[in-house]
């Protein structure tokens, strides 16, 4: 079965500092990885989606890789602001695109 | 485009009584829905997945008697917690797919009193 786990659980910046949160897979058998965004209370944001044949996706300030044979995930925050203070979940589709498991996320705080 | 809404955002209900959720692909068509639960410090978790016109299926562990689940057209899928209980207190999210993506309801916050 198919483990996903996020390191680390919390994290806390000063705004500005460029930051790395960490994902890992157990099953490498997977369609894609999606990174996600949640503020308390509100249902889930889709930051970047990553094909599994690709290696990262960029939007902004955010840069996702993935490296499928290591089953390991980075999602890099560059100049990070008091706004993108929020829990991140990634999350892998099998192959046949029919599940989603997810990480239990990290928790981050941008201080200003 | 590809909004999903929830509704209600959030309820709170007496023990033993039965709450709706609905779930709605308001600018296209969703075969399939999924719903998710999510208690606190915990990471979401698949209850069920729901098919348009033919019967959802269900999480290891999940109750099906308890959490129904209606799919009855195509932008529409409802979860209906019966005879709840306080430890059904949880946030409860849908998501229906879009091409390759899924996209979210902003959740509903269920308390069991």
């Known amino acids: 079965k198919q483990e996903v786990t996020q390191i680390p659980a919390a994290l806390s910046v000063p705004e500005g500092e460029n930051l790395v949160l960490n994902c890992s897979f157990t099953d490498s058998a997977i369609y894609n990885l999606q990174w996600f965004r949640q503020d308390p209370g509100k249902g889930l944001t889709s930051l970047l989606l990553?094909?599994?044949?690709?290696r990262e996706q960029t939007s902004g300030r955010l840069n996702a890789s993935l490296d499928k044979s290591s089953g390991r995930s980075t999602l890099y925050i560059a100049a990070s602001q008091p706004g993108d203070s929020a829990t991140y979940l990634c999350a892998v589709t099998t192959i046949n695109f029919n599940k989603f498991y997810f990480g239990s996320g990290t928790k981050l705080n941008v201080k200003p | 485009g590809a909004v999903v809404s929830q509704h209600p955002s959030w309820v709170i209900c007496k023990s033993g009584t039965s709450v709706k959720i609905e779930c709605r692909s308001l600018d296209f068509q969703a075969t399939t829905m999924f719903w998710y639960r999510q208690f606190p410090k915990q990471s979401l978790m698949l209850m069920a997945t729901s098919n348009e016109g033919s019967k959802a299926t269900y999480e290891q562990g999940v109750e099906k008697d308890k959490f129904l689940i209606n799919h009855a057209s195509l932008t529409l899928s409802t979860l209906t917690v019966t005879s709840a209980h306080p430890e059904d207190s949880s946030f409860y999210i849908c998501?229906?797919?879009?091409?390759?993506?899924?996209?979210f309801g902003n959740g509903t916050r269920l308390t069991v009193t």
């Open positions: 990553i094909q599994s044949s690709q």
């Open positions: 998501s229906a797919d879009w091409g390759v993506d899924l996209h």
